[in-house]
């Protein structure tokens, strides 16, 4: 080989070092962006997960259109302290050994509690034709609001002797307004706020949905995490 071939070679092997020398960062971010994104993807697919077993675990039905309108409407004729007042008034007779559990301030309590609720029946979104459920960006709350709960001795049984009792106080108060319908997506939309503030529950194995499920419920999730 020729001084003058030695040297384009030598030439065209700088080359190629400076180019991956040059490279070697942006190699290295797309490697870190690729990491993020495996690892956000799993725990996207981690929350689909749960909110299936909770949704299953619960025997939860979504809500039709006109349930969500129902609930809205009822919403709107509530006097939400006279119900708050009575709700927790009615549970501490009934059941005297949660009042520890509770502020001494229940006013202020009673207005965090329709709060939630208003925020709740106005966040179901429609995820397939005519069957609403709550929107995924109010899982997350949801969830740390049930771990409150829990850090103050809560456990499932309590929830549902709140559902009831809320069922039975507001059905009390307006009984001209709360017919079958008016009823029956309010117990629905209670399983949903329920099942959303226990979804950090541990998930059994045999209780695993199915691949395909988990696939479905974890695209629908990133179409609408790439929309943003």
């Known amino acids: 080989m020729s001084n003058r071939q030695k040297r384009l070679v030598s030439d065209k092997i700088g080359l190629v070092a400076r180019s991956i020398i040059l490279c070697l960062p942006f190699a290295r971010s797309i490697r870190h962006l690729l990491k993020q994104s495996v690892n956000h993807s799993k725990g996207l697919l981690h929350i689909c997960q749960k909110q299936y077993f909770v949704g299953k675990k619960w025997g939860m039905e979504n809500l039709t259109n006109s349930q969500v309108a129902a609930l809205k409407k009822s919403l709107r004729l509530l006097d939400t302290e006279k119900l708050a007042g009575e709700f927790y008034e009615t549970l501490f007779e009934r059941y005297p050994q949660v009042k520890h559990m509770f502020p001494t301030d229940m006013k202020e309590l009673g207005i965090k509690l329709m709060s939630v609720f208003e925020l709740v029946i106005y966040s179901f979104e429609e995820k397939k034709h005519n069957e609403f459920s709550l929107q995924d960006t109010l899982i997350k709350p949801m969830q740390e609001l049930g771990k409150q709960h829990e850090a103050k001795g809560v456990v499932p049984e309590h929830y549902t002797i709140a559902n009831d009792l809320l069922l039975e106080i507001l059905v009390k108060q307006n009984r001209t307004a709360f017919n079958a319908e008016v009823t029956t997506s309010w117990k629905l939309a ?11 529950s541990t998930i059994k194995t045999s209780d695993t949905p199915s691949e395909s499920t988990l696939r479905d419920t974890f695209h629908s999730i990133m179409k609408k995490v790439l929309r943003k």
């Open 190 to 200: 209670l399983e949903h706020l329920t099942a959303a503030m226990l979804s950090n």
